[in-house]
């Protein structure tokens, strides 16, 4: 049975010397997660590997589903950032540059390959915060790809809102969903993948990125149209 999410807290520490424990005990599953997967790391393996006591974990943590919540919160701003970076700007997408669309497609999935192992547990983890964050960064991404295509095709010379139920945003906002299930399907299945031809990681990233652009490519030529 899960456990819920109101059963789950993370205690701000407020005091410096608190905040630096807090950091090394957060740094250390980090790095304890690039050899192995979360359900394998025990309290103890973090404790001395931090050089704390377990005492001074679940003062911070109420458990071990608490200190991975803090691990994906980490993890959706540093993926939120990497949307909102001078490279990765609106701007950095150009709706008519091909090559553009794709390296955007590629960022995501160098992101989740990178934390795999963290976000593996995280879909497993059965826990809404987890989907409502996963949930707002899709539409976060979604989001942002629409406005880059607005600005491309424009509407009467403006750029439309990428909010807009609009069939231009539907679209995109399917590809980007459809993308990002392929991905976590990858982390979730493993080697046992569900497909009866076997796809390396570049074939996987170049199919995904076909998608989101072909959704941009049907509506560009539209709005060149127009």
């Not at 999410?5 to 905040?19: L, M, N, Y």
């Not at 497993?124 to 960064?137: F, I, K, Q």
Request: hydrophobic share 40%; net charge negative.
């Amino acid at each position: 049975m899960a456990q819920r999410a109101t059963d789950t807290q993370v205690i701000a520490p407020r005091q410096a010397r608190s905040r630096a424990t807090m950091e090394r005990i957060v740094t250390t599953t980090e790095e304890l997660l690039a050899e192995k997967p979360f359900e394998e790391i025990t309290i103890a393996e973090i404790s001395a590997k931090a050089g704390c006591a377990p005492t001074a974990i679940y003062a911070r943590f109420s458990d071990k589903t608490a200190l991975l919540l803090e691990l994906h919160a980490r993890f959706i701003r540093r993926a939120a950032e990497t949307a909102t970076s001078p490279t990765g700007a609106i701007t950095g997408i150009d709706a008519d540059d091909e090559a553009s669309i794709r390296h955007e497609v590629a960022e995501w999935t160098e992101l989740y390959r990178t934390n795999h192992r963290l976000l593996r547990s995280m879909l497993l983890s059965d826990n809404p915060t987890v989907y409502r964050r996963a949930s707002e960064l899709t539409k976060q991404i979604s989001r942002r790809l629409a406005t880059a295509l607005h600005h491309s095709i424009g509407v009467d010379g403006t750029a439309a809102h990428p909010d807009e139920d609009d069939a231009a945003a539907r679209d995109l906002d399917f590809a980007v969903r459809t993308a990002l299930a392929i991905l976590q399907q990858e982390l979730i299945f493993g080697p046992d993948q569900p497909t009866r031809f076997e796809y390396g990681p570049d074939e996987i990233a170049h199919r995904v990125a076909d998608g989101v652009v072909a959704a941009f490519r049907r509506h560009r030529h539209i709005g060149e149209a127009n």
